[in-house]
């Protein structure tokens, strides 16, 4: 789940500057222990804003036919609670490489918090028990050091 800041569209404007925040490795280094304090004193209390664009599924794990998957995402809090903010819609038959192009609500964030990104897959519609495809995670401290 993420893509190169090259291919990504623009966000549009929703609470406050929206940035695009997807998983991928931080470019940039922080030099001393005052700018790592300085950040992290920035980032408590912050809103986050997500876009969910797309998922890439290295194994097939529908029955039949092509997968029809979505993405939960999830807040984790430092003292382990989990909080569901959002739930993409299903891409229907999207099977392994599905688009979701789905903005998630804005929510208030500290720096140690994490956000993780799970996939799911119907399985026989609405009807039956969705099917965990794999889930990526990471700490908001983490996605707002990174350069996408």
Do not use: Y
């Amino acid at each position: 789940m993420g893509c190169a800041s090259s291919q990504l569209p623009e966000a549009p404007d929703a609470v406050g500057p929206a940035r695009t925040l997807l998983t991928s490795s931080s470019q940039e280094k922080l030099t001393t222990e005052k700018d790592k304090k300085a950040l992290d004193g920035a980032l408590k209390h912050r809103r986050l804003q997500v876009w969910v664009l797309r998922a890439e599924l290295l194994k097939n794990f529908g029955s039949f036919g092509k997968m029809d998957p979505f993405v939960v995402v999830e807040r984790v809090k430092s003292d382990g609670h989990v909080w569901e903010f959002a739930r993409t819609r299903t891409d229907w038959g999207g099977h392994m490489k599905p688009n979701f192009n789905h903005l998630c609500r804005s929510i208030e964030v500290d720096s140690d918090d994490v956000i993780r990104f799970r996939v799911l897959e119907k399985s026989f519609g609405d009807f039956g028990t969705p099917i965990f495809c794999g889930e990526a995670s990471t700490t908001v401290q983490i996605l707002l050091r990174s350069n996408v």
